[in-house]
């Protein structure tokens, strides 16, 4: 390929930051080539839908070759990939996807606008960093994000929540009879419940169909429903012409010259082990954030001893993650209901904002950040989680008493799950492991991984304020110590090559373009610079779109 085909654009990683890049850059006229280390995926012909749990084994259970369910189309991807290890295990768990459009495939499709406060987090509370940018500067580009993939919202005017113009956001289902009874308890308890804001049609847009909720999002959607790279991204960009797809495609290290500038990539084939080297103009790195990281670290040259970026060794530090923590309880209440259908968006339809900052900002609180609460429950098609949760909610331990139970139980069982900010902090990073090595040779990750003070506390928040639902519907309460999850269980995993203001203080400037090599961009999770409550993939989305902009008009004036 590098002796036939001349490139503008390397693009690694085809998930959100790859996905939005190519789209972007392929529709501006710049030949582009796209590299994903996974294999190719269809979700038109690979997902079909109305698949229900109980036609599957295991009632469509997770299992070792099938981490994420029976029905789910990962085939090679997981926490352990063969020949693809990382060391600290024990702290950390790394996903990866190994497919056509990465985690767009299989996230939740909650798609939260990082707020004004969110960029400024250390100006409020003095604690980790600021970012170069604020709300305003990546504002349009949210704008532009929703109207591309569907966004699901209602202007709500909460604190810190920003709204979407008029127009821009679908229209949000409307709550089921789970959701009705937890409003109540919610707002009694002081708190305003929002629309979820999800990546779902609830209405035609751009050739897509509204969705039937017909099969949970996590598998793919086949009708393009639902937001992913391999739907509503990719497609436009191929039929551009300008956009080549290479898969199973490996890459190790960024190559650059005498001079430091970045002339392309090398990569191994998946298949054969075969090592190849293609040239561009220019290369984005999108292949999520710890596979970028360990790209940067790879890339050793006599010109960047430590890896590209890493003169000040601020690649691969600062790594952050959602502090997710979840509770069950079960509800009279909800047993009295009459059968229904609870079918819907597979995100909550609504949201609990974060809503104590008045409280924070008076020092009422013991830490300093906040979370959002999303709500799950309903009678949805029964799954072997479904069948697990009411065991433990069950006096009758087997046979027909506890078959009884079950069905009388059934739906009753509801969940409150906590999105919470985690503050960066100089225990968690990644790094080079000195010993360990994939099947090509290439030096493997080593993960370190230590919950703040902070992210404690606001766990032991959660805790409370989730057994306080419970008590005011008359629900189970949980008296379990609480266990704090690894570090990218959330699968929200962002930092290690933040932006900033300088050399000194980021590896990235303000555009995701590297301070050290000026034709380089890194558009994904990794460029963060603080993990807020809100789900990081509008985000992402929003700063790879601004950033391929950035690269466009430097192309075009001889910029790079």
């Known amino acids: 390929m590098s002796e036939t085909q001349a490139f503008d654009v390397i693009v690694v990683g085809s998930g959100a930051a790859g996905g939005m890049a190519a789209h972007e850059l392929s529709l501006a006229g710049l030949r582009v080539l796209m590299l994903e280390a996974g294999r190719n995926y269809e979700p038109v012909t690979e997902t079909p839908m109305f698949q229900t749990p109980e036609a599957a084994p295991l009632r469509s259970a997770g299992s070792m070759d099938k981490p994420l369910g029976y029905y789910d189309a990962t085939v090679a991807g997981g926490s352990d990939i063969d020949g693809e290890p990382y060391t600290g295990k024990d702290e950390f768990q790394w996903w990866r996807p190994r497919m056509l459009g990465g985690r767009t ?72 009879p789970h959701e009705i009874v937890l409003t109540r308890a919610f707002e009694r308890m002081g708190m305003k419940v929002a629309a979820m804001r999800a990546a779902i049609l609830t209405r035609p847009l751009n050739g897509r169909a509204a969705c039937l909720y017909a099969t949970p999002c996590t598998r793919g959607c086949s009708s393009r429903s639902n937001f992913q790279s391999t739907t509503v991204l990719i497609p436009p960009a191929r039929a551009t012409g300008n956009l080549s797809i290479l898969c199973d495609a490996m890459v190790s290290r960024v190559d650059v010259d005498e001079t430091g500038r970045a002339t392309g990539v090398t990569f191994n084939d998946r298949v054969s082990g075969a090592e190849y080297s293609v040239r561009a103009r220019a290369v984005v790195l999108a ?34 993650d959602t502090l997710e923590f979840s509770l069950d309880s079960q509800i009279p209440l909800l047993e009295k209901l009459p ?222």
Not at 298 to 306: A, C, I, L, M, Q
Request: proline content about 8%.
């Open 105 to 176: 495939n299989h996230w939740g499709r909650v798609a939260l606008r990082f707020g004004p406060y969110d960029f400024k987090p250390k100006t409020r509370d003095g604690l980790g960093f600021d970012w170069p940018i604020e709300y305003a500067d990546l504002a349009p580009w949210y704008d532009k994000v929703e109207r591309l993939i569907g966004v699901t919202g209602l202007p709500e005017g909460i604190e810190n929540v920003p709204d979407s113009p008029p127009g821009v956001q679908l229209p949000p289902p409307p709550p089921r």
């Open 287 to 320: 292949a999520g954030t710890c596979s970028s990281v360990r790209i940067l670290l790879n890339s050793r040259s006599e010109v960047f001893p430590n890896g590209i970026g890493n003169g000040q060794g601020l690649v691969g530090k600062y790594l952050m």
């Open 339 to 560: 059968p229904r259908n609870d079918d819907g968006m597979f995100a909550p339809h609504i949201y609990v904002p974060w809503w104590l900052l008045p409280e924070q900002a008076a020092g009422h609180l013991d830490f300093p950040r906040g979370y959002h609460i999303e709500p799950r429950g309903g009678r949805r098609m029964p799954n072997m989680t479904t069948v697990s949760q009411l065991v433990d909610f069950s006096k009758a331990a087997y046979g027909d008493a506890l078959r009884a139970e079950v069905r009388r139980k059934f739906g009753s069982v509801i969940t409150l799950s906590g999105e919470g900010e985690m503050i960066p902090n100089e225990n968690c990073f990644a790094e080079l492991d000195p010993t360990t090595k994939d099947k090509w040779g290439i030096a493997a990750l080593r993960f370190h991984w230590k919950w703040g003070d902070a992210e404690i506390k606001q766990a032991e928040h959660m805790k409370a304020t989730f057994n306080e639902v419970f008590r005011l519907l008359g629900g189970t309460q949980v008296t379990d110590d609480i266990e704090m999850p690894k570090g990218g269980e959330a699968d929200h995993e962002v930092g290690g090559a933040r932006m900033g203001t300088s050399p000194q203080n980021s590896v990235i400037n303000a555009h995701n373009q590297c301070w050290d090599v000026r034709n380089l961009f890194v558009v994904d999770g990794a460029a963060f610079v603080s993990s807020p409550d809100k789900n990081p993939t509008l985000t992402i989305l929003a700063l790879a779109a601004r950033s391929s902009a950035h690269l466009i008009e430097l192309m075009k004036c001889g910029g790079l």
